[in-house]
């Protein structure tokens, strides 16, 4: 029985599967209890809804009513991955393609005790070092703070456990105490064809204490397809360790995609992350930190692209449970056609966290018409030697800038596009990795203008 | 006025002041110059009780008592002025009703009857046309938004409202353009009188060329290292700090 | 008996501890709450049918709701039948007979807020013969209003009085239906005041003047419907700096402002409602539905509140701009301190073309208080040009207590222009230490420092009451530093 004729029911589908599947019940591999947890508790978690209060604002239930092939994917042939490199990065190269990864490169020339490997097999051939980390920045994620600890609905953890329930492969990289990789690595999560999958990974990215490294990490695919790709991301870095890390989604636009990321960060760590949500029909990023040491930072700055039709969702907790920890979130929002972003910001800093510093910012900009933005900025505080705040806004162009350059002769649709460019671009500028930063630039104009001929057919025709 | 014997101080365990002695008398000004991470500060912040600073021995007799055993407030009672290096900002709190409430703080402990609004306002203007503190910042908010010069010229403006009998100028002068020096200091120089002393603690000569004090020490490591009249200044300038450290070393 | 433990009978407990002694009078109705009861409150006011009916039907509306838990708030469930629904106004019989029967802090607040032993006694509930000389000063006042056509009486007499106006506003603004603690008031309201401005008419004094002399004691489920004709303005100012006694757990009030073309409504609130002893004991449960509608173009509705009081502020006084070129706005300062949970805020419903909110809400928290703000901003896709500015401050005062900030903006207009800021901040030593140094005692810097940051609030309050506000605020915080 395929879901494709099926629509509604693939998540029952899913769930019976799994009722008659062989987890083995006695298995000592910490994969497989994580995995027995999640099976167990898949089946009560409840659907979210609207109201609940983290998804007040993402309709989702349009999910469910996917024509999801919920089978096993095909796994692609193992040539032609090369291409989907196209940022041209000296680079540790991963592809994952419909759920099943590969390490491109030479295990060789890794420096000594580096891990590269998938998750199946690092399940196997690093079983101790997984279960000490697999699952743990996931069990401690999410602010369950006072304001939604009291909400009449709970939250919904479905789609992690969704996730976990059938243990996915994905990448898993540990870098041992004082190693710091020099060339970037350089992950793309890929989607072949156009049946409508689903499409799920778990990846865990570990750095020992002093360890250094930056991901780079690309979700695309092959041609348009009512997928849904549910990815759940660990990060654990070290006392005094240091990830740089890169997210871009770019998936066509009849794709569904989630992403889990959760990160714990020890003692003086240093976290730099830059967050692109450029694609798909619906998206949500679902990011938590937790500071599990003093004097860690984390930067993360990122865009939200919702250009036609799209839905964007960022939720982002961060909880600072220990002193002296800085951290700063900022985004700029796009929002254009009949498309809606959802940014929803959450800081908490619970009594003992004091020399807190935490900024957040999401500046937008509306373009047009039957869009719509939805903002929840949030401060929870519970120290007071603390520097903390928010700042949002909406606006539409300046209409003296749109003035300004249509007195210097540009059209005045050309000039909104340089505005609107500009706008995002502030934010691109941050990218620290050139080839990176060119490649976001040219997406956007791309981007942009494929929107304006879907909104304006006739024109320039 | 002011004696101060063998003063040991340190910050968070670390000693500051390591055995600071001075004294000054009414009528006088006192310059104390040295270079950065000397004490210079950390004697201006003691002398107006600033907390987080540990006074392990030594003495600091004001007006004949004990200063150490009063609090900030009561210091300023009793006429101690801490013009600020960097003067801190009061969102909200209108400049006007902070001068008054402080001057009538004063007024009160001194057992003076408070002064009303109108008769404020006058002497306000008067003092802040003579410090040429412009009057739009009498109604903004304290230092809040003020240039770092408009901050020094406040300071200043109090200074001359409270008339204080030590005034202890700390770094009045960094961060200022010539022009706002030369504000700053004769704002000093009119208030110089027989029953006030100053202390004017700073890192270089410039201000004192214009305020030409009595006595002039050099504060090394937490000790002074010098006592000269103002031809010291001068000596400074040509010759820097090295000279005096290493002649202490030798 | 289920009942024994509820926090009505921990009150009653805590007010026999303070010599408020209750007893049931004869005009009171016993605890309970069924049709029965909502009937007999309609009966003894004699009210009309019409009426009678709106609240039966507030009333089965209200059986089918459940009590919010939504807010940032801890509280026990709330017995609603253990509350007595009506007693007769201003009745003396439960009332202190002396000052000394009164809680020693609230007198001790008294004296510091330097209110009169006159004006004291009548804050407490004392009977006393002549309250200064309100009958003449009253009478002086009611002369003025009339002259100019502002009704300005209780709801009850308005029922009587001005049937079609009650009928035509009550409701319109918070429907019965609108949520929990609002329906139960539309069912079982005890009083309250209406004001009608009629058209043109600026009234001719701030109604506070007249109103805080006058006061009594309006019952925990007080109503308060206000209509502004076209062009007629209104400065209205409820509350008191001075706690005022109240044997009344639970307060779920209603206001509903209703503002025409041109028409300008400034609505005023100081609240210092008893905020419950140090271990959080007794303390008014606070949970108000105030709501205003800008109806016609040009119109302006303004909120002020001082919230100081109360062991559980709930309320968010909220503007619907539906006339074009309408302005809503929101001033707020909030003291949680002790056991005190504040959840407040606003709710900017932007529906006309070229309407305008602002918001400014200064959150303080002190020892083990809660302080959060909770707003809405929503830009409809009509309202083209909407503009909104947010600025959300918190100061904290304190390492045991909380500051928290739930903005929701939520835009559906291209044309719209939003900015929200939030920050937080203590009062920093080195304020504190440039003060002392001026020669201001801790105390005096810290209230200092408080009223500054709280100074574009009070600059919306009507004069005087601004200066009596900087006071409470400074014995609120009394030693609460240090």
Not at chain 1, 75 to 83: F, H, Q, V, W
Not at chain 3, 437 to 452: F, H, K, P, T, Y
Request: proline content about 3%; charged content about 25%.
């Amino acid at each position: 029985m395929s879901a494709g004729q099926n629509q509604g029911e693939w998540l029952e589908e899913f769930k019976q599967g799994l009722n008659q599947s062989e987890v083995e019940a006695n298995s000592s591999n910490s994969l497989d209890s994580l995995r027995r947890e999640a099976v167990e508790a898949l089946m009560s978690e409840p659907l979210p809804f609207r109201k609940m209060e983290r998804w007040r604002y993402t309709p989702v239930a349009g999910l469910f009513k996917l024509p999801l092939n919920i089978l096993k994917n095909q796994p692609a042939n193992d040539t032609g991955y090369e291409e989907l490199f196209s940022m041209g990065l000296d680079s540790h190269r991963f592809a994952v393609i419909n759920g099943h990864a590969h390490f491109l490169g030479d295990i060789n020339e890794l420096p000594a005790g580096v891990i590269f490997s998938t998750m199946h097999d690092a399940a196997v051939k690093h079983e101790a070092l997984l279960s000490q980390y697999a699952g743990k920045a996931m069990s401690q994620q999410g602010t369950q703070n006072r304001l939604q600890a009291s909400l009449v609905n709970k939250d919904s953890k479905l789609f992690q456990y969704l996730n976990q329930s059938i243990s996915p492969d994905g990448i898993f990289i540990h870098v041992p105490e004082g190693i710091k990789l020099e060339k970037p690595v350089e992950v793309v999560f890929f989607k072949s064809g156009n049946q409508a999958d689903l499409v799920q990974t778990h990846n865990v990215v570990v750095l020992e204490k002093d360890a250094a490294m930056t991901l780079h990490e690309k979700h695309v695919d092959e041609e348009a397809s009512q997928s849904f790709c549910n990815n759940q991301l660990e990060m654990i870095i070290g006392d005094n360790a240091s990830l740089q890390h890169y997210y871009l989604q770019q998936q066509g636009s009849s794709g569904w995609h989630r992403q889990g990321m959760h990160r714990i960060q020890a003692e003086a760590s240093r976290y730099r992350g830059w967050y692109g949500c450029c694609g798909s029909q619906w998206s949500r990023l679902e990011t938590t930190v937790i500071f599990s040491g003093d004097n860690a930072e984390s930067d993360v700055q990122g865009i939200q692209l919702a250009l036609n039709g799209q839905l964007s969702d960022i939720h982002l907790d961060t909880r600072h449970d220990q002193p002296g920890c800085h951290s700063e979130q900022h985004f700029r929002g796009l929002v254009t056609g009949k498309s809606k972003i959802v940014f929803d910001g959450n800081i908490t800093v619970s009594q003992d966290a004091q020399k807190t510093i935490a900024h957040l910012s999401d500046n937008n900009l509306m373009l047009t018409r039957n869009a719509e933005i939805d903002a929840k900025p949030q401060l929870e505080i519970y120290a007071d030697d603390v520097q903390c705040s928010h700042g949002t806004s909406i606006g539409e162009l300046d209409e003296q800038s749109v003035f300004y350059l249509r007195s210097r002769g540009i059209s005045e649709q050309q000039a909104r596009n340089l505005l609107s460019i500009g706008f995002v671009a502030e934010q691109i500028d941050k990218i620290e990795l050139e080839a990176f930063r060119q490649y976001m630039l040219d997406l956007l104009e791309i981007q942009l203008q494929a929107a304006q001929k879907q909104e304006n057919p006739d024109d320039g025709q | 006025m002011l004696t101060i014997k063998d003063l040991k101080v340190s910050v968070e365990e670390k000693e500051i002041l390591k055995g600071l002695s001075l004294q000054v008398n009414a009528g006088e000004v006192h310059a104390i110059m040295g270079p950065h991470g000397s004490g210079k500060s950390t004697l201006s912040h003691v002398l107006a009780g600033k907390d987080g600073y540990q006074v392990n021995s030594g003495s600091v007799t004001y007006k004949g008592s004990d200063l150490l055993e009063l609090e900030t407030e009561e210091r300023a009672h009793q006429g101690i002025f801490l013009a600020m290096q960097y003067p801190v900002e009061l969102p909200g709190v209108n400049n006007m009703v902070f001068l008054r409430e402080s001057y009538n703080a004063l007024r009160k402990a001194r057992g003076e009857d408070e002064i009303d609004s109108p008769a404020f306002i006058k002497l306000i203007r008067e003092k802040a046309d003579q410090v040429k503190l412009p009057a739009k910042l009498l109604k903004r908010s304290v230092n809040s938004g003020f240039s770092g010069g408009e901050k020094k010229r406040n300071e200043i403006l109090q200074m001359a409202l409270l008339e204080p009998s030590l005034a202890i100028l700390d770094e009045t002068d960094s961060g200022l353009d010539i022009d706002a020096l030369r504000i700053v200091a004769d704002g000093v120089n009119q208030l110089r009188s027989p029953d006030r002393a100053m202390i004017v603690v700073t890192h270089y000569q410039r201000l004192l060329d214009y305020i030409k004090p009595d006595v002039v020490h050099v504060l090394a490591d937490g000790q002074i290292i010098k006592t000269g009249d103002f031809s010291l200044v001068k000596e400074l300038e040509d010759k820097g700090y090295g000279w005096l450290i290493d002649e202490e070393a030798a | 008996m289920q009942s024994g433990n509820s926090p009505i009978d921990e009150l009653l407990d805590a007010g026999y501890e303070y010599g408020f002694v209750t007893d049931i009078a004869s005009d009171t109705f016993p605890p309970g709450l069924d049709e029965t009861t909502v009937r007999a409150i309609s009966a003894k006011k004699n009210e009309p049918d019409w009426l009678l009916e709106w609240r039966l039907k507030a009333f089965r509306h209200w059986l089918t709701m459940e009590e919010p838990e939504w807010a940032h708030i801890n509280k026990p469930k709330i017995d609603f039948q253990a509350i007595s629904y009506y007693s007769a106004p201003n009745s003396m019989k439960d009332a202190p007979e002396s000052l000394d029967d009164i809680d020693p802090e609230i007198r001790k607040t008294y004296d510091k807020l330097g209110i009169p032993i006159e004006e004291q006694m009548a804050l407490a509930g004392i009977a006393v013969d002549a309250v200064f000389d309100s009958v003449s000063v009253a009478t002086t006042f009611r002369e003025k209003l009339a002259e100019s056509g502002v009704i300005f009486s209780s709801i009850s007499e308005a029922v009587q009085d001005h049937p079609e106006l009650v009928k035509e506003n009550l409701g319109s603004v918070v429907s019965y239906r609108d949520n929990f603690f609002a329906c139960l008031n539309a069912a079982v309201f005890s009083d309250g005041t209406f004001v009608y401005i009629p058209k043109g008419v600026k009234c001719p004094m701030e109604l506070s003047t007249y109103f805080r002399i006058n006061e009594r004691n309006t019952g925990q489920f007080e109503r308060t419907l206000i209509v502004a004709e076209d062009e007629s303005h209104v400065s209205y100012l409820e509350g008191c700096t001075a706690p005022m006694r109240d044997e009344n757990q639970l307060h779920a009030a209603v206001v509903e402002l209703v503002a025409k073309t041109d028409a300008k409504i400034k609505y005023s609130t100081v609240q210092n409602w008893y905020p419950g002893d140090d271990k959080g004991k007794g303390g008014i449960y606070n949970f108000v539905t105030k709501r205003g509608e800008c109806r016609g173009d040009r119109s302006h509705i303004s909120w002020t509140q001082v919230e100081t009081g109360s062991a559980i502020t709930w309320k968010y006084p909220s503007c619907i701009l539906r006339g074009d070129d309408s302005v809503g706005e929101f001033y707020s300062v909030a003291v949680a301190r002790g056991m005190q949970q504040a959840d407040t805020g606003t709710k900017m419903i932007h529906m006309g073309k070229n309407t305008k909110s602002t918001i400014v809400s200064k959150g303080i928290s002190a020892a083990q208080g809660q302080n959060a703000y909770r707003g809405l901003v929503r830009i409809t896709q009509a309202a083209e040009n909407a503009r909104n500015h947010t600025q959300c401050d918190s100061l904290l005062i304190g390492d045991k207590c909380g500051a928290h900030t739930f903005p929701y903006i939520e835009n559906r207009n291209p044309t719209a222009k939003l900015e929200h800021e939030a920050t937080t901040s203590k009062i920093g030593e080195d304020q504190l230490f440039y003060c002392k140094q001026r020669g201001l005692s801790e105390e005096d810097a810290v209230s200092m420092i408080v009223n500054g940051f709280c100074k574009e609030v009070f600059n919306e309050l009507p004069m005087e009451f601004a200066v009596e506000a900087q006071k409470l605020l400074s014995v609120t915080l009394e030693g609460a530093v240090g």
